[in-house]
């Protein structure tokens, strides 16, 4: 037997509580020199010239939105197949989310349907790295182009991947990373806007620092610090958390190494089996790994995912239902009307999915042990079909 397998965990090690134990000493615990610190590494990484560090990712696109002054009567075209702040940070701003359906193999969505919606009232593309594949991306901002909107990128999902070389969150007007432990890099809770757009860095600075104008750089914070010039909200990112970020940042290449290992571990495993479809990497992209989601294949439903996955809990392995559709959730029934049908290929895929044990200290006997215990539920699925 091996101890319970977790669906993720963090790698946080000496330098993170290096650094942390040093900001608690120097008596500096916010807008420090961590945190620009921190904002250059993650800027640099996705390829833009400005980092602005948050709270969380969800903060970071909700003062994306508001800074590019999305608000009610507006419509923003974004993926029902995602995790659910990805549309929650439209509904903040009083938008309407436009749901397009997504395309089978990248799981995000279908580029067609995309320019199809846009409308009079459209105001932006709110696109997502889902599952941390990239395709399409270019698509999206080619499409945004021509109609002369901005195209946000989720890329809460894609620190450090490419796609035709270019960096995940370089694709958009702006890009959003979040650090929830279970992302390539985490501060525990955390987020950080990256853009080449200095205006729009700047006001999401002052939307996350209470409205605040920015001081110019040596210019005295007397007269600015209480200086309220818009709506703002509390969205800073503190030291503590910066510094972590530093660290993590550091050492990106080995965290993303070590994913890819796990991530190829898998796919050698479980190639030759018939019920599954693996996650399908386009040749442009070079992946750096948010989570291993298998999908069962046509024919199989709903109840046999949730029995597979309930089995692989009860055997101490974690697993999950990445993602529930997001229009299907009781607010967006409720406030939408959308009901079962509305966005058929992202239903059909979410019915089927299951997420797998992953993070980058895994060994491989326990990645083993999590492919022999999915083999065996399958098979016994498979004979009372
Ligand atoms: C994690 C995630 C977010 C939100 O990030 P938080 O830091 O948890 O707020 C947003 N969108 C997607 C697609 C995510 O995976």
């Known amino acids: 037997m091996v101890d319970e397998i977790p669906l993720s965990r963090p790698d946080v090690g000496k330098d993170e509580e290096r650094l942390v134990l040093e900001v608690l000493r120097s008596g500096r615990l916010s807008q420090g020199p961590y945190l620009e610190e921190f904002e250059s590494l993650v800027a640099e990484r996705a390829g833009c010239r400005h980092g602005v560090g948050v709270s969380s990712g969800t903060d970071g696109l909700h003062l994306v939105l508001r800074a590019l002054g999305i608000g009610p009567g507006d419509e923003v075209i974004t993926t029902p197949f995602s995790f659910v702040a990805s549309s929650n940070v439209i509904l903040m701003v009083g938008a309407t989310p436009k749901f397009v359906d997504i395309c089978?193999?990248?799981?995000?969505?279908?580029?067609?349907r995309v320019e199809a919606a846009i409308g009079p009232r459209t105001k932006a593309i709110l696109a997502v790295e889902a599952l941390g594949n990239p395709t399409y991306m270019d698509a999206y901002a080619a499409i945004a182009g021509r109609h002369e909107i901005p195209l946000v990128e989720d890329c809460c999902e894609a620190l450090g991947t490419t796609h035709q070389r270019r960096r995940c969150g370089s694709f958009g007007r702006a890009g959003v990373f979040g650090f929830y432990p279970n992302k390539q890099i985490t501060t525990g809770e955390g987020g950080m806007i990256v853009t080449d757009d200095e205006h729009l860095a700047a006001t999401c600075r002052s939307l996350r620092n209470q409205g605040r104008p920015i001081p110019k750089p040596g210019e005295s914070t007397l007269g600015t610090w209480l200086a309220h010039e818009r709506l703002g909200y509390n969205a800073r990112l503190d030291e503590m958390r910066a510094a972590v970020g530093v660290a993590q940042m550091r050492r990106l290449d080995s965290l993303i190494e070590g994913r890819q290992r796990v991530a190829?571990?898998?796919?050698?495993?479980?190639?030759?089996?018939?019920?599954?479809?693996?996650?399908?990497?386009?040749?442009?992209?070079?992946?750096?790994?948010?989570?291993f989601v298998v999908r069962l294949a046509a024919g199989w439903g709903r109840e046999e995912r949730d029995r597979i996955i309930a089995s692989l809990r009860r055997h101490d392995v974690g697993a999950s239902d990445y993602f529930p559709c997001i229009h299907l959730q009781p607010l967006y029934r409720e406030l939408f009307g959308y009901k079962e049908g509305s966005f058929p290929i992202a239903e059909s895929v979410s019915q089927r999915t299951i997420a797998l044990p992953f993070y980058t200290q895994m060994t491989d006997r326990e990645i083993g042990f999590v492919v022999q215990t999915l083999e065996l539920m399958l098979v016994r699925e498979g004979m009372s079909r």
């Open 104 to 112: 089978p193999s990248s799981l995000n969505m279908d580029p067609e």
């Open 264 to 291: 190829r571990a898998y796919l050698t495993r479980l190639m030759h089996r018939s019920e599954l479809t693996l996650p399908t990497v386009d040749e442009a992209t070079d992946m750096s790994w948010f989570v």
